[in-house]
Every structure is written in structure tokens, then in C-alpha cells.
């Protein structure tokens, strides 16, 4: 449905010239969405597909394990929509140790992403609401460091920015001007909050979306921190037991459409179009996080079934095995440490887990080594090829 411009302009003057800044109409969308069967079906198809997965979840052995990879997998997506150039690998070796040859610039900026999204994690977790002051605590970390950190981490903008082109009078879009940020920012906050009639999380996640991206209230990592945002949304909702969901897969696959989608909600008001999109990203995502949840249990089961095979010293290899799952590039010192195993005994058991070709030495020299457990990492690093 085509309802016309969702917000008005305002001439800016910002860095010598006057420019037309977008300041977007309060959400829920006026007049309201249009249900037809088509869009409800697709609705109906995540809402389905994302409860399977919250379902799978609960067959985890161990959560928190699959959870560590799969954070670190959403950060390098998310981070190389931007631009950086890390790899999973990349993110998992600078983790452990300073690897010479890593893109250090880029691999910490992915790093400050796993941080921000853990903060914002915990913080619900202890209670917190998702609101105003928790994005900023989240934006202050991921700005903590790298190239973004002069650009007033954990502060929305008191200046003007614009997104595309080389200055404001060549920009694709131009966001609200920052004396206008404040009102938007809080008729944003209550419409996060379910204060303005809209109840289904799915589709309020997908409104907020585009609203932080049309507002876009920072200086500089306004991206990563809406698509970590969805994510925090329906953590805190409910809708998910644990932070499975993230669609920067989805909207690295399709960038042309998703710019389009956001321009065509601001400039012609077709939100049916846009949650039509995002419906389809979170069924073909949380599709895809279940086989690759069912693909890792039925490598760790057939791994686990040779190893103790292996007889009496399955105790100890199985235990190293066991970490590898959960951090699938490691040392041997954090394996001694987690296991509580002697060095000796970490290592012997590196060395037959090589031996048997389910791990493999990744750093090439004879200290400060780094394994792999290769048939995870190639199973998480689909779709983060670089």
C-alpha cells in the first residue's frame, strides 16, 4: 500500500549548503497496515519458523557453547555490510591471541561488535529495559575503539550526517537534523514498548527497524546497531529464549532490496512491502539456524562416537572435544584452563584429535599454537566468505 511520503522535510543548512533532512511521522504507520492474506501468511510463516527454532534450542546440550560461535558469526556478517574485511576465523584467532598477518584494524571492530551485543545481552538479562540509555551503553561499546571512536560513542549526534555521497548536497537520504532527534527518539522509545497499539513483536521489530534507520541517530554505526537491535528486541520480548535470530545474512544477500524497501517506506509509505521482506528474512534465517544447529549435533555426535572408540584415553580427548565445540579455534593453554587438564594431557589429546583429522593446527609454528576444529568452522563460516 502506497501512502505517500511517511514524514516531512525540512530545509538544513549543515557544512555550507541547504539541504532537504527527512524527519520521519511518529510509528504505528497512518493509515495502518494492510492485512491482506498474503502479508498475514508471511507473518504466520516466521512467526512459525522462528518458534521452531526457539524449540531446537532446548535440544542444545550445551547453549552457551553453540551460542559463542554463532554471536561471533552475526558480528563479522554485520561488520562486513560496513565494510570490514574479517573473517570468522580471523575474529576467532584475534580472540584467542595477536596473530601476525590478521586485518587488526578490521578484526577489532568485529570484536567490539561480539562486546556491545554481550553488554546488551546482560544488561536485559539483569533486568534492564531495552530503551534509550541502553542503545547509547551498547553504541559506547561498539565505538569503543577502532575508526568510529572519535565520532561521540554512546552520544546521539548533535550534528547533522547523511547517508551516500561524498557531503550532504549529494546524499541518497539526509536523517532528521539533531535539534529534531529528541522527539523523534522518544515517540520511537514508546513504540519500542508496545505503547501505541501495535502487539505482534515480529511486526513491531520490523517498524522500529526502519525507524532507527530513517532517524539514524549516531554519527557512525547506526547499521550494526539496528540489526543487533532486532535481535535484543525479541530477546526481551520473549519471542526467543536464546539470541539465535540475526538477519545480516539475510540483508548482506539482498542489499539492493533492503535499501529500496527503507527508501520506498519513507518516500512512498509502502510498509506492506517492507514487513513482507523482513517476514521472509526471519523464516529463511531461523530456517537456516535450525539446520545449521542439526548439522553441528550430528558432527559432534558422529566425532564424539570415534573418539570413544579410542578407549581408555577418551576421558581427556573428549573433554578437549567437548571445549572445541563451543570455541572451535583455540590454544592449548585456554583448553588446559577450561578443562582443568595438565598441559601434557591438553596436548597429547591435540595431538591424537589432529591425528584423527577432526582438529588441525592452524598457526603453522611450534609456540603459541592455535587448533581448529575445521568441519565446525566451515559449517559457521557459510555465507561470511569474504
Not at 34 to 53: D, H, K, Y
Request: net charge neutral.
Amino acid at each position: 500500500m502506497k501512502r505517500g511520503i511517511t514524514g516531512r522535510y525540512a530545509s538544513h543548512t549543515t557544512h555550507g549548503e541547504t539541504v532537504r533532512a527527512f524527519i520521519p511521522k511518529p510509528l504505528p504507520p497512518d493509515p495502518p497496515i494492510q492485512w491482506t492474506p498474503e502479508l498475514l501468511a508471511a507473518q504466520q510463516r516466521a512467526a512459525l519458523a522462528m518458534g521452531r527454532l526457539d524449540g531446537v534450542t532446548a535440544l542444545l546440550p550445551d547453549p552457551a557453547l553453540f551460542l559463542y560461535s554463532y554471536v561471533r558469526k552475526e558480528a563479522v556478517l554485520s561488520s562486513q555490510i560496513e565494510g570490514t574485511q574479517s573473517s570468522l576465523s580471523d575474529l576467532l584467532a584475534f580472540e584467542n591471541q595477536q596473530v601476525p598477518g590478521l586485518p587488526v584494524d578490521d578484526v577489532g571492530e568485529v570484536s567490539s561488535y561480539v562486546k556491545a551485543l554481550d553488554h546488551g545481552l546482560r544488561r536485559l538479562e539483569e533486568g534492564f529495559p531495552l530503551c534509550l540509555r541502553l542503545i547509547r551503553e551498547i553504541h559506547e561499546v561498539l565505538l569503543a575503539t577502532g575508526r568510529g571512536s572519535a565520532k561521540q560513542p554512546g552520544e546521539f549526534r548533535t550534528s547533522q550526517n547523511w547517508i551516500g555521497g561524498s557531503r550532504p548536497g549529494n546524499a541518497m537520504f539526509v536523517p532528521p537534523p539533531a535539534e529534531e532527534l529528541p522527539d523523534c527518539l522518544q515517540a520511537w522509545e514508546r513504540f519500542l514498548h508496545g505503547e501505541t497499539g501495535v502487539t505482534d513483536p515480529l511486526t513491531r521489530a520490523a517498524l522500529a527497524h526502519v525507524q532507527f534507520e530513517t532517524m539514524h541517530p549516531f554519527l557512525d554505526g547506526n547499521g550494526r546497531v539496528g540489526r543487533l537491535l532486532i535481535t535484543l528486541f525479541l530477546g526481551a520480548e520473549g519471542v526467543l529464549r536464546e539470541p539465535l535470530l540475526y538477519l545480516s545474512l539475510f540483508f548482506k544477500q539482498h542489499r539492493t532490496t533492503y535499501y529500496d524497501l527503507l527508501q520506498a517506506v519513507r518516500a512512498q509509505g509502502d510498509w506492506e512491502a517492507w514487513l513482507d521482506f523482513f517476514f521472509q528474512g526471519v523464516a529463511e534465517t531461523s530456517e537456516s539456524a535450525m539446520v545449521t544447529a542439526q548439522r553441528l549435533l550430528a558432527l559432534f555426535a558422529a566425532d564424539r562416537e570415534r573418539i570413544q572408540a579410542t578407549g581408555r584415553s577418551a576421558g581427556s580427548l573428549l573433554q578437549v572435544h567437548h571445549q572445541l565445540q563451543g570455541r572451535p579455534i583455540s590454544s592449548a593453554a585456554y583448553l588446559g584452563t577450561v578443562t582443568k587438564l595438565s598441559p601434557a594431557t591438553v596436548n597429547k589429546a591435540l595431538q591424537s584429535l589432529v591425528a584423527m583429522g577432526i582438529v588441525r593446527e592452524v598457526t603453522g609454528g611450534q609456540r603459541n599454537r592455535l587448533f581448529a576444529y575445521s568441519q565446525v568452522l566451515q559449517v559457521l563460516s557459510e555465507g561470511t566468505e569474504l
